[in-house]
């Protein structure tokens, strides 16, 4: 699967419009609307198993804050037997110890590319959506500057 920065590059090269021979580019349109239409399904799947793996990572950690999971679990997740190491931590107090777990963090960051990733294909796809009309309009306008 390619990576933001790989579809990045790829749109870099990509989105001019062959000033010079208009058809071509405007019959590049639905091969390049299908290659990013399928970048946007991968990514859509990314998301989606990410979102599920980060929801049950919330959930043991939410298990292991409380003191619900047995040695035996917290030695096959690899964490340490007391999170909060013999400090005594308010119920209230949880969001903050969820939100500056390194693990939480970096399963919450890998969900974010996935949808900053999706956001970007998705206006790649809108713009070749409208590439037929920006290639009209050229064409107007050079009908205008030839003074049709």
């Known amino acids: 699967m390619k990576s933001l920065e790989s579809i990045k590059s790829e749109w870099t090269e990509e989105c001019s419009i062959n000033d010079i021979e ?3 580019s ?3 349109v639905p091969r390049l609307h299908a290659k990013y239409s399928e ?3 991968d990514w859509k799947l990314v998301e989606k ?3 599920l ?3 049950e990572l919330l959930k043991n950690k939410w298990l292991w804050f409380n003191g619900k999971l047995s040695q035996s ?3 096959d997740l690899g964490w340490d037997y007391d999170p909060f190491n013999g400090l005594k931590i308010m119920k209230g107090d949880f969001n903050y ?3 500056s777990d390194k693990d ?3 399963m919450k960051n890998k969900l974010d590319i996935a949808k900053i990733t999706i956001e970007y294909i998705s206006e790649i796809i809108d713009m070749l959506k409208w590439r037929h009309q920006t290639i009209k309009n050229i064409i107007e306008w050079r009908k205008f500057m030839a003074g049709a």
């Open 53 to 55: 793996k980060y929801k």
């Open 97 to 99: 110890f969820f939100e």
């Open 49 to 51: 198993k990410l979102n």
């Open 104 to 106: 939480l963090q970096i």
């Open 26 to 28: 405007s019959l590049d």
């Open 39 to 41: 970048y946007l399904t």
């Open 73 to 75: 679990e917290i030695e």
């Open 22 to 24: 208009l058809d071509v």
